[in-house]
């Protein structure tokens, strides 16, 4: 690499606080500082907001998924545009998920095979067939920076058996979509690969042992946050970052709780995602110091302060809570865009806040109450 060059993809860690770490991802459309929490696009949106207002809210990287943009509008129609970026108009950092728990969660409409999984769509029932090649068409037309390996989900709960093929498929899908990648990939994406192993500690490791081999730039835990109680997902979650390679990304996927995030970063967590800020906006409810408030609620009739003292999201600097009631009330979609921002922006302010402690050297101290009340979710 000459002087003044940089790598398409690179990551390094900069600071640690026990086995949390803060560190700089940097993509060929931007850098992203770690940890970080990454809002989701499902269908190239992040549901009813402007990519700019995402973008304002302090997002460095959002997620978009490949198994909807695959069934519409087409991959291959979001390339014609020059690929998701310019499609959706989002000119920073970008992943996009493969789709395999979107198709393992067909369970009446997919039929599971070693060479791909057979599915019906959840749009129009149309047959598809998608292998861990055709993935990377996929991901590859669409063009995100960060693209994640075809696998296989097992559901919660599964008998070891099940779980074990599951890995066992993932691993050998993990193979093929490295060949698909380096055979006719582009140097401007990153592939990741998925620790699959259920609530079994033992497949986690064999399934992280087996994907190490294949030396993935980066690493996601799969197969949490599913459906199993808290008890059951942070004994498994503390076991598998352990086994993840200290020099490169840690993507914990489909978890957004504060509380999990929290939790995540305190075990050396560096990537997040979850649907949770805008889900959750859209039946009414927002994150506030002291938990998940419902803005439906007659309490909030009247208030004509922010939905929260001090926060510096758009909704809360320009709306009062009084307002925010009355648009929800009068079912105004407007009320899912103020929400969905100040949801968002929050996750994002709480993950800057975790990256200041970690420099500083006192997350664990600064964010101690939390760290202990999901310990006692963790069975000794």
């Not at 970063?265 to 419902?294: I, K, L, S, W």
């Amino acid at each position: 690499m000459g002087i003044g060059e940089m790598k398409m993809f690179d990551f390094e860690v900069l600071a640690r606080d026990g086995r949390a770490r803060a560190g700089k991802l940097r993509t060929p459309h931007g850098e992203v500082n770690t940890p970080i929490f990454m809002p989701v696009g499902t269908q190239a949106t992040v549901k009813a907001c402007l990519p700019e207002m995402v973008a304002a809210e302090g997002a460095q990287i959002i997620l978009s998924n490949a198994y909807h943009l695959y069934l519409r509008p087409g991959h291959e129609l979001v390339k014609e545009f020059g690929g998701l970026h310019r499609f959706m108009n989002w000119p920073h950092t970008m992943l996009t998920d493969s789709g395999g728990f979107q198709v393992f969660s067909l369970t009446q409409l997919r039929k599971i095979g070693e060479d791909g999984v057979e599915f019906r769509s959840s749009i129009d029932g149309s047959r598809h067939f998608i292998s861990p090649e055709k993935a990377m068409e996929i991901e590859t037309a669409l063009g995100a920076d960060i693209i994640m390996a075809f696998d296989e989900c097992a559901p919660y709960p599964a008998p070891f058996e099940a779980a074990e093929k599951a890995v066992e498929r993932t691993s050998r899908w993990a193979r093929r979509c490295l060949e698909a990648k380096n055979a006719f990939g582009r140097e401007d994406q990153t592939l990741f690969g998925i620790i699959q192993g259920n609530t079994y500690v033992d497949l986690r490791k064999r399934s992280a042992s087996e994907l190490l081999e294949l030396d993935f730039p980066g690493y996601a835990i799969g197969g949490l946050s599913v459906g199993e109680p808290k008890e059951v997902m942070i004994p498994i979650l503390d076991e598998t970052v352990k086994l993840m390679p200290e020099g490169k990304p840690r993507y914990l996927m489909g978890v957004g709780t504060p509380e999990d995030l929290i939790y995540g970063v305190y075990h050396g967590v560096d990537m997040f995602d979850c649907v949770m800020p805008t889900r959750v906006a859209r039946h009414g409810a927002f994150f506030a110091p002291e938990g998940r408030q419902n803005i439906k609620k007659a309490m909030y009739k009247h208030q004509t302060g922010p939905l929260v003292d001090g926060c510096d999201c758009y909704t809360c600097r320009n709306y009062s809570a009084g307002y925010v009631h009355h648009l929800v009330r009068a079912e105004e979609l407007l009320a899912h865009t103020l929400l969905s921002l100040h949801n968002i922006r929050t996750l994002i302010r709480l993950m800057g806040e975790i990256r200041v402690s970690i420099f500083e050297g006192r997350f664990e101290q600064r964010f101690a109450a939390t760290l202990e009340k999901m310990a006692a979710f963790k069975v000794h």
